[in-house]
């Protein structure tokens, strides 16, 4: 599903952000990853999804050669990873509806098959009343809802998750917590980076522990001593 070997990654400043990472994730995990500030935790898993290219090592998510991609294939690997992203990242002149129907015309879906998913994903985030309003008329735990969403729209394996409850009370992320257990119980593999305490001890999976751009622990077990 996800492998990295030997994975490296200096920017043009000089500064190593990850240094020498080998990981193995599964089909179906779902994976914590934890870390001080500054550690390598944003780099790694943005170069899951091609956002940042390693400076060397090899990288293979869903069968793809992450690395090796030319710039016109990077498309067919975001087809199968979607991102939710801590500040949501919505279109704020799009009503909900068209904000997720975007992801699919991209992909040029069918009219039926947008509306019939689009239906169905917000159904399953508990929106579908909130279909024609914009993003400002929503609260936080709403907006990620509609992100997550979107996020799902073309069914993706892999679901990466950037502190998707950062900025949202505690009740809102445990809510939004039980809707990626929903997502996870489906099939979709998720890597979640955060720094909630309470998420990581209590809804127990997977943990990689990222520290000085290296994994300093990697427990299936679960479970992280750090401040939140």
Known sequence: MIKMKDVVKV????????????????????????????AGKSTFIK???REEIPSSGKIEVTG?????LKHNEIPYLRRQVGVVFQDFKLLPNLTVYENIAYAMEVLEKSPKQIQNRVMEVLSLVGLKHKARMKPAELSG??????????????MPRVLIADEPTGNLDP????????????????GTTIIMATHNKSIVNEMRHRVIVIENGRI???????GYDFEA
């Open 11 to 38: 920017y043009d400043n000089g500064i190593t952000a990850v240094n020498g990472i080998s990981v193995h994730i599964e089909q179906g995990e779902f994976v914590y990853v934890v870390g001080p500030s500054g």
């Open 47 to 49: 170069m899951m999804y």
């Open 64 to 68: 793809y050669d992450v690395p090796q």
């Open 141 to 154: 735990g709403e907006q990620q809802r509609v992100s997550i969403a979107r996020a799902i729209a073309n």
């Open 171 to 186: 009740e809102t992320s445990w809510e939004i917590m039980e809707l990626l257990e929903q997502i996870n119980a489906q």
């Open 216 to 222: 300093s622990r990697d427990d299936k077990e679960g």
